[in-house]
């Protein structure tokens, strides 16, 4: 049994979906105005791994993630740039793919993108002024808070502390304060649709109930993103869109932590805003995924060079062990039965692996299962004797692992390289036989300098990355 934590009610419960064996899930995307920061790569790869876990559990998960494509941020960068709006987020979709590919997230079943959206969300907005939740003023159309009787109901808070906080910004024409825009008069310059108001572009809050609904139906199982978008943007599509509906929008809503730049929570103001684009110039990638799933998805993730270090030793253990598996089982007897205390000790460290990931995929725990899976197999690489079906077994719980937390158990510039690396092994080990030592410590100094150490074993020179 799958339990998650659901923002709305502020309690673990048992994952039920609407249609048995189907999870319909909708992640909030990003605006792509510019490269993706760490705080969106943790959102990406913690509900990556949520979906990576139910597909592991037998379910057919339709993932929906979307692009912001029209808003305030890329009307001013293409501003800034001499580009047009499209321009701007198409570079940017595409550098968002390359990041969070290089992170090993899949892509959604659907990336719907606002711009290609606008005759639903036009008409989305119609429905709500014609049943009296939405009004126009000013070419501008707003919905009536006030008007929905549930709002507040994700944050938990009363509508009257609400109004404490709202303001009318500068020509704005709201009959209360608490109101929000669906529809925005475009300003001289500003890309622009036509619409019954006058030509404009959508409010943020509309895009994603009307995407989430073009594309997974009335009602979801899953609705997720960061913490910061539970108030405004995920109460406000609460209401657009059981107003709209006339039902339940989501039945589960997911939030993930925030992260923190060395203790600090990350703001352009601090000068710590962080890139995925430049991190991963000088970090693994799969380094900086291991590292955030160290973490479980609800709890803040501090970053830090010291932390990610150890994340990065923590997977070489991982990967080296592989290694040594996969290299011992070409030598292993293949009629020898398999170990029952080894493979009762696999069996148990994959339920415990489960176990942690029911319970509202604790990613944290889980990790914590695959050092214990590979101390075992270190374990068991000390016995004289293996067996090739204990290896595999070993081998098949490790990609399990793999496979659900989305880290790879060979590094991506190790599958680039390790032919050349192989080519210079074979080189140092002729020259070393020819007593050419001045090559083989050549050679030897070269791959150090990779970060590629080499290791004397009963199978012959190999290497590992340092």
Not at 131 to 142: F, L
Not at 237 to 252: C, K, L, V
Not at 303 to 318: F, T
Request: proline share 2%; aromatic share 10%; charged share 30%.
């Amino acid at each position: 049994m799958i339990t998650l934590y659901n923002t709305l009610t502020r309690k673990k419960e048992e994952f039920i979906p609407i249609e048995e064996g189907k999870v319909k899930m909708y992640v909030c995307g990003p605006t792509v105005y510019n490269y993706i920061h760490i705080g969106n790569a943790r959102s990406t790869v913690a509900f990556d791994v949520v979906r990576r876990y139910l597909e592991y559990r037998g379910y057919e998960v339709e993932y929906v993630s979307n692009f912001t494509d029209v808003d305030d941020k890329l009307i001013r960068t293409a501003n800034e740039l001499g580009e047009t709006v499209p321009e701007i987020a198409d570079r940017f979709i595409e550098a968002f793919y390359e990041d969070t590919g290089a992170l090993n997230c899949k892509r959604g079943t659907s990336n719907p993108r606002v711009m290609d959206h606008m005759d639903d969300i036009i008409q989305f907005i119609k429905v709500l002024v014609d049943k009296g939740y939405a009004y126009e003023s000013g070419g501008d159309v707003y919905y009536r808070t006030r008007h929905f009787d549930g709002y507040g109901k994700l944050s938990h808070q009363s509508i009257d502390d609400l109004k404490v906080g709202a303001r009318i910004e500068s020509g704005e024409q709201k009959e209360d304060d608490l109101d929000f825009a669906l529809w925005k008069q475009a300003k001289p310059g500003e890309i622009k649709w036509e619409s019954p108001w006058g030509e404009g572009r959508p409010g943020w809050h509309i895009e994603c109930s009307v995407m989430a609904q073009v594309h997974l139906g009335d009602t979801i199982d899953i609705h997720a993103g960061g913490t910061d978008l539970q108030f405004p943007h995920h109460e406000n599509e609460i209401a657009q869109s059981e107003a709209h509906n006339d039902t339940t929008f989501a039945n589960y809503w997911m939030h993930n932590g925030f992260v923190n730049i060395n203790n600090e929570k990350m703001s352009k103001s601090l000068g710590n805003f962080i890139l995925v684009h430049d991190i991963i110039k000088e970090i693994d990638p799969d380094v900086l995924r291991f590292f955030m799933v160290g973490a479980h998805y609800r709890s803040p993730v501090n970053y830090d060079l010291d932390l990610v270090q150890a994340a990065k030793k923590g997977l070489e253990r991982i990967r080296n062990s592989y290694l040594a598996l996969t290299e011992r089982k070409e030598l292993a007897i293949k009629d020898e039965d398999s170990s029952d205390y080894y493979i009762k000790g696999i069996d148990q460290v994959l339920k415990d692996f489960e176990m942690y990931m029911d319970d509202d995929f604790n990613t944290a725990n889980a990790i914590t299962a695959w050092y214990d899976l590979n101390k075992l197999a270190n374990k068991y690489l000390l016995e004289n004797t293996t067996s090739v079906r204990t290896i595999q077994y070993f081998e098949e719980v490790y990609q399990i692992f793999s496979d659900v937390l989305g880290v790879p158990l060979v590094g991506q510039t190790q599958q680039l390289l390790d032919e050349e690396i192989e080519k210079l092994i074979e080189e140092r080990n002729a020259a070393r036989k020819s007593k050419d030592f001045k090559r083989a410590d050549e050679i030897r100094d070269m791959l150090k300098e990779q970060n590629i150490i080499l290791e004397d074993t009963a199978q012959g020179v190999r290497f590992r990355r340092g």
